[in-house]
């Protein structure tokens, strides 16, 4: 298995020894193939989510779980503080 490095640079050797357009057509496959195996997006959902974000609306589920835990935690140290005042 090669690694990135040496793909690049096996890349790049090819135009070395090559010129005009017949160097960049192996380098262009490699490229189409590499986009070909990447996963759909849905621009709409990315979009929306930018969106939010920069409006500061975009709430992930790992937020909440962190806003949940800071509410939790806080209400825990209140009514640990209402039982030593013997509030509770």
Request: glycine share 6%; charged share 30%; aromatic share 4%.
């Amino acid at each position: 298995m090669m690694t990135r490095v040496a793909k690049l640079s096996s890349l790049s050797g090819a135009t070395e020894r090559r010129s005009g357009k017949e160097s960049l057509e192996p380098i262009l496959e490699h490229w189409k193939q590499r986009l070909l195996e990447l996963p759909a997006v849905r621009v709409d959902k990315v979009r929306s989510v930018r969106e939010a974000i920069g409006r500061g609306t975009y709430e992930s589920e790992r937020a909440l779980e962190c806003i949940l835990q800071e509410l939790s935690n806080e209400l825990g140290v209140f009514c640990l503080e209402d039982s030593k005042n013997g509030s509770v």
